[in-house]
Each structure stands twice: as C-alpha cells, then as structure tokens.
C-alpha cells in the first residue's frame, strides 16, 4: 500500500488506484475522488486515463477547450472543434482567434490566415 499515486484517485477500501479518465490528468498524490483529477488545460488534449500531465499541444486548425481528450476535436464542440471560417488556430490554441485586417480564412481548419491578395482589401471585422 501507499499514497494514491499522481493521475489516480483512492477512495475509501481502494485495493487498487484508479485512473483519472480520460480529458482529466493529475499531478498531485493522494487524490480520493474523480473529481479531483484535473480537466485537461485549454489548448491541450489529455487522450489516455491516468496522466500526470496533458499528452500535448491541440493541433493547429483545431482549438481545445477544457477537458479535450483528442489533439484534434471534429464533433463535441464542449471540448473544441475545428477553427471556423473567417478565424484562425495555431497549435495549442483554446479559442479561435479572428483574423486580423489584410487577412482572411475562407477554410475550416487553418492554423494561420492567409494574407489578403494584391487587388483586394480584407478590413478588420
């Protein structure tokens, strides 16, 4: 026996830890209840149970919100989803940004804006 390890829980009569799940991590021991695990940062994905740490970075085009389990969320919008149009999402981002003026996204998914070509103009919004 012994202290509940980091990225476990212990309640009362435990015989044996169990892992924080998945979109949770925990890097403190000792932890007696699941809702002691960490939801995962923002604009970080925690894609296994029992982590002491988020597994990474949300991949660019994709933003994060708390408690994402996968690096590049399509369909829960709860934990984040593809950048929209009209914004933009490097890696590790947690909410997507607008583009800024001479810029423009006219695509999901991008991790940076293109740049507004010669002969047009792309004012900020």
Known sequence: GGVC???????NGTTIPKPCPTGTYS???GLQ???ECTPCDGGYYCDSPGLTSPSGEC???YYCSSGASV???NG???TGGPCSIGHYCPNGTDVEAECEGGTYSDVERLAACKLC???YYCPVK
């Open 5 to 11: 390890p980091a990225g476990y829980y212990c309640g």
């Open 27 to 29: 890097s403190k021991t």
């Open 33 to 35: 209840v699941v809702s």
């Open 59 to 61: 991949y660019g085009g």
């Open 71 to 73: 690096a590049n969320p």
């Open 76 to 78: 829960d919008y709860s």
């Open 117 to 119: 070509p010669a002969g």
